[in-house]
T-cell receptor
Framework: DAKTTQPTSMDCAEGRAANLPCNHSTISGNEYVYWYRQIHSQGPQYIIHGLKNNETNEMASLIITEDRKSSTLILPHATLRDTAVYYCIVRGLLIQGAQKLVFGQGTRLTINP | EAQVTQNPRYLITVTGKKLTVTCSQNMNHEYMSWYRQDPGLGLRQIYYSMNVEVTDKGDVPEGYKVSRKEKRNFPLILESPSPNQTSLYFC?????????????FGPGTRLTVT
């Protein structure tokens, strides 16, 4: 799996859009970008994933640059409940094997009232 | 509601007393996995299962056992718990078809072994 780099921490005001960047310059052509988050001591939560097109779901939007070397997760209207550690992961569509998730340090996002 | 459930959520036990942490998912997922999470060490995979009766070791299997007799259940067994197994445990499942590979996690079980 390609290595990712994220800022250690970010702050955002409640109600504003939170934009979380991720660099993955060594991504290969068949690797997807996944985003998860973990609210303090709760189970990690899947947010969104994409290959090269921008993606949107009920939780967030994912913008992937044309060269695929970086991406941005957008929470359009952040709430206090979005305070969490956000993890960007790059991996291929593994079918067999351990398929374990390995989280890096992630970005600690704090939403302020 | 689609979910992964774990029980118990909190457990304090003593060294050597066998315990089982249950995990169940209602999404008909074939793949299931157990992780432990410790400060500074991130998520570490204990065991995983690709399907019923198919299990395999992850990165830290020592001191743990699992079984997969039914598709929905994947219990984690500690035959003789020790203090170094004090941790936060997560069960996860994921679909294997349709090009989807995201994992869904349970709420966690906080285990303390004294």
């Amino acid at each position: 799996d390609a290595k990712t780099t994220q800022p250690t921490s970010m702050d955002c005001a409640e109600g504003r859009a939170a934009n979380l960047p991720c660099n993955h310059s060594t991504i290969s052509g068949n690797e997807y970008v996944y985003w998860y988050r973990q609210i303090h001591s709760q189970g990690p939560q899947y947010i969104i994933h994409g290959l090269k097109n921008n993606e949107t779901n009920e939780m967030a939007s994912l913008i992937i640059t044309e060269d695929r070397k970086s991406s941005t997760l957008i929470l359009p209207h952040a709430t206090l409940r979005d305070t969490a550690v956000y993890y960007c992961i790059v991996r291929g569509l593994l079918i067999q094997g351990a398929q374990k998730l390995v989280f890096g340090q992630g970005t600690r996002l704090t939403i302020n009232p | 509601e689609a979910q992964v459930t774990q029980n118990p959520r909190y457990l304090i036990t003593v060294t050597g007393k066998k315990l089982t942490v249950t995990c169940s998912q209602n999404m008909n997922h074939e793949y299931m996995s157990w992780y432990r999470q410790d400060p500074g060490l991130g998520l570490r995979q204990i065991y995983y299962s690709m399907n019923v009766e198919v299990t395999d070791k992850g990165d830290v299997p020592e001191g743990y056992k699992v079984s997969r007799k039914e598709k929905r259940n994947f219990p984690l067994i500690l035959e003789s718990p020790s203090p170094n197994q004090t941790s936060l445990y997560f069960c996860a499942s994921r679909p294997t078809g349709g090009g989807r590979r995201e994992q869904y996690f349970g709420p966690g079980t906080r285990l303390t072994v004294t």
